[in-house]
């Protein structure tokens, strides 16, 4: 069985503080796909970034990062200064064989001015 | 190029009624994703198709709700009759099945359908 936990459930910081999402995941399959998904109050989903099991580079996306650890089983996201357009609730999601996503709860971040 | 598309966006109905969602998928890509949201639930995936055919219903929660895909730019979710416990955002999202590298498989979703069933 595959499972996403984002233990945090609600994040508040002050703008440019810098804050990290943690996702934890479970899953069998030797080949997965991890993403980050953006939702802000205006309801869409936005994709932010995906990775293959076999690629744990870290990556850096402008003020956004992503720490991928196999050996934890964890992708943590990270914003560096944050600002008030980062609130949002964070989705982290996990597919595996076959393309049935798994998606966490969701982590509400809220970056007050 | 346009998104996933999805209408309508918002859906007031009464217990009872038939209710029919509508998505057109991005251009190209070959498999199509229904999801429902609720705060109890979070995110669920309902069904999805690879090339227009259904391959995993098993998110569906009964009966009352089908999904069709009639051609790869079109795709409805129906429930009948709607109940109160309906009313959730529904996402519909889209993707390219590829072989697993660049950027295949990533779904790209909807603006969503609020629906509220009274």
């Known amino acids: ?113 | 190029d346009a998104g996933v598309i999805q209408s309508p966006r918002h859906e007031v109905t009464e217990m009872g009624q038939e209710v029919t969602l509508r998505c057109k998928p991005i251009s190209g890509h070959n498999s199509l994703f229904w999801y429902r949201q609720t705060m109890m639930r979070g995110l669920e995936l309902l069904i999805y198709f690879n090339n227009n055919v259904p391959i995993d219903d098993s998110g569906m929660p009964e009966d009352r709700f089908s999904a069709k895909m009639p051609n790869a730019s079109f795709s409805t979710l129906k429930i009948q009759p709607s109940e109160p416990r309906d009313s959730a955002v529904y996402f519909c999202a889209s993707s390219l099945k590829g072989d697993g590298t660049g950027r295949t498989d990533t779904q790209y979703f909807g603006p969503g359908t609020r629906l509220t069933v009274l």
């Open chain 1, 1 to 113: 069985a595959q499972k996403v936990t984002q233990a945090q459930t609600e994040i508040s910081v002050v703008e440019k503080e810098d804050v990290t999402l943690d996702c934890v995941y479970e899953t069998r399959d030797t080949t997965y796909y991890l993403f980050w998904y953006k939702q802000p109050p205006s309801g869409e989903l936005v994709f932010l970034i995906r990775r293959n099991s076999f690629d744990e580079q870290n990556e850096i996306s402008g003020r956004y990062s992503w720490n991928f650890q196999k050996s934890t089983s964890s992708f943590n996201f990270t914003i560096t200064a944050s600002q008030v357009v980062d609130s949002a609730v964070y989705f982290c999601a996990l597919r595996g064989y076959g393309q049935n996503f798994v998606f966490g709860p969701g982590t509400r971040l809220s970056v007050l001015p």
